[in-house]
């Protein structure tokens, strides 16, 4: 589909280069909005609207997919297809609502560097990823290049962010539902309550991969954007 348009929503801390292998290999005008100058969802989407083309496909990574059911919420008219990629429709539970005030804490302190390499092996990918120095500079890279003001802005909107269990019902566009099989921040559990409650999805497990599968298993992502577009 040369023609299309197609969001490209990245999750806490990314920027384009974490959808580059997408960008470089879908014949579509792929588009990255920044999500880094807001602190809750309704504004971030309003945003992203606001310099959106009249219509387009949407595909959102963990952050990105919550973003996702927002921009959904607020002009379902305009998406034409939807890939909600390792990410939670669920709101966050009262325990990490409080870790997240305690990192944008050590974040504003000076411990971004420390917060983001502490998470990247254990949490953010697979086991056979977690050497991979090229993939963890990256990631860490991203984080970095934000800064601590976007990660406390991007934590807020997701501690106070809203329950979009009830939306999944209400999409209706084809979408495509992504996870890495070793995702721990986003379990497959999730994923399997998102394609048994959006009408049609379709869902598909990746082995190999963890919670940044557009990077860690890049080729089966895009295949998946793939088929998802022809739709």
């Not at 969001?7 to 990314?14: R, V, Y």
């Not at 406390?152 to 209400?170: G, H, I, M, N």
């Not at 999409?171 to 998102?194: F, K, N, W, Y």
């Not at 890049?218 to 998946?224: G, R």
Request: proline fraction near 7%.
């Amino acid at each position: 589909m040369p023609d299309s348009n197609l969001l490209l929503l990245p999750g806490l801390m990314c920027d384009a280069r974490l959808f580059q292998p997408q960008i470089d290999s879908l014949r579509c005008n792929s588009i990255v909005p920044d999500l880094g100058k807001h602190d809750n969802f309704r504004e971030m989407a309003e945003d992203v609207l606001a310099d959106a083309p009249p219509t387009f496909a949407v595909a959102g990574l963990s952050m990105g997919g919550i973003l996702a059911f927002e921009i959904w919420r607020q002009a379902p008219e305009r998406v034409t297809h939807m890939a909600l990629i390792d990410t939670n429709p669920k709101p966050d539970t009262p325990s990490k609502r409080q870790t997240r005030l305690q990192q944008i804490n050590i974040a504003l302190q000076g411990g971004l560097r420390q917060l983001a390499t502490e998470s990247l092996k254990p949490v953010y990918l697979a086991e056979c990823n977690r050497d991979d120095e090229e993939l963890l500079e990256t990631i860490l890279d991203m984080a970095l290049s934000l800064g601590p003001d976007v990660f406390e802005r991007q934590s807020r909107a997701l501690k106070d962010r809203v329950d979009s269990v009830p939306t999944l019902a209400t999409i209706s566009c084809p979408t495509a539902i992504i996870c890495g099989s070793e995702d721990r921040l986003c379990p497959v559990e999730l994923h399997q309550l998102m394609a048994a409650e959006i009408p049609g999805a379709t869902l598909t497990v990746i082995p190999d991969c963890g919670h940044m599968a557009s990077l860690e298993q890049a080729a089966s992502v895009t295949q998946q954007l793939q088929h998802l577009l022809a739709a």
